[in-house]
């Protein structure tokens, strides 16, 4: 091994040791009340160090979405290389794939929604803010493929695959941001995600079906079909 190598990987291995530390003191005191300081003692090294390879706070938190954007996209590519038959199974990989995703990381994903709607992309280093839209872009597409595949004739094709993965993950991230909300404002300790999460699924594809089913009578009534 070279020096530059060895450089290399002593780096990655500091970095990956101050992310974990973060992950920490962020679950113990919050974003807010966190400091660098705090970080830099759970992971035993100097505030400077951290600086090394952290701009701020808002950059240490931001990267700590990278790993379970890598977990999702991980899962959605074996969704679609498996060889499931139907689009109920199909589906079900997906819907499994979305709740696993959720409890990979609970506070790390809440926190990566909040960070998408916040100022603090306007922070990040371009390096950072590239890497997040590109998993979250891929991540999309890869649901839209699943789609993609239900258009063969069991579901109608009226909508975009494209648009499907939108809106699906609207649907994910909504659920997730509300259910969140109800312990926070609504002063509701023991929340039902999971739960949740399925009802919704399951409504949102009985509305694509729902779809299939209305443009199949539509055309059924242009072309004279009975």
Known sequence: MGIQERKEREGE?????????????FSS????????????????LSPGTIYLYFKNKDELYASLSLRILQYLLIRLKHVNSEKNETSEKRYAALTKAMVDFYEFDPMILISLFNLQTSETLKTLSPELLSEIQMLSSKSIEEIAIIFKQENNGEVSTEYNPSFLAE????????????????????????????????????????????????TTVKERRITGIN
């Open 13 to 25: 291995r500091r970095r990956q040791q101050i992310i974990v530390a973060a992950r920490r003191v």
């Open 29 to 44: 005191k919050g974003l807010n009340k966190a400091t660098m300081e705090d970080i830099a003692g759970e992971a035993e």
């Open 167 to 214: 809106t699906f993950w609207s649907l994910f991230s909504g659920v997730v941001l509300f259910q969140e909300s109800k312990k926070s404002f609504l002063g509701e300790e023991k929340t039902y995600l999971k739960i949740s999460l399925e009802m919704a699924f399951q409504i949102f594809k009985l509305g694509i079906k729902d779809a299939q089913f209305n």
